[in-house]
């Protein structure tokens, strides 16, 4: 789940998929806190940008007793942000499954 997606994307090969096509789009990642969040959680809290604008990210990920990731939530500010992220996204991915989540590159 996230907040430049519409739903939630299903299995690891679609998580993967999408992990790694928005990070693609990253010139840098600047790492505010990476570490353990409660008992299961792992949270990632770091600012980047998008064509030049800002995008700030706080990611959680979820793992079950047996240290395996179960859900994965991350948050984009800002909204302007949010949007351009989701029609890159979209286009990005166009042509594949993955592509439903995300904001055609025309909207």
């Excluded at 999408?18 to 409660?38: F, H, N, R, T, W």
Aim: proline share 6%.
């Amino acid at each position: 789940e996230a907040s430049a997606m519409d739903g939630a994307a299903q299995g690891p090969d679609a998580v993967r998929s999408i992990i790694l096509a928005v990070k693609s789009l990253y010139p840098y990642q600047e790492i505010d806190y990476a570490g353990p969040y409660g008992d299961n959680d792992f949270i990632e809290v770091y600012t980047t940008e998008i064509q030049g604008e800002p995008l700030g990210v706080a990611g959680v990920v979820t793992r079950n007793a047996a240290g395996q990731t179960q859900h994965v939530v991350v948050n984009h500010r800002p909204r302007s942000s949010v949007l351009l992220l989701s029609r890159l996204m979209g286009s990005r991915l166009a042509g594949t499954p993955y592509s439903k989540y995300f904001l055609a590159s025309d909207t």
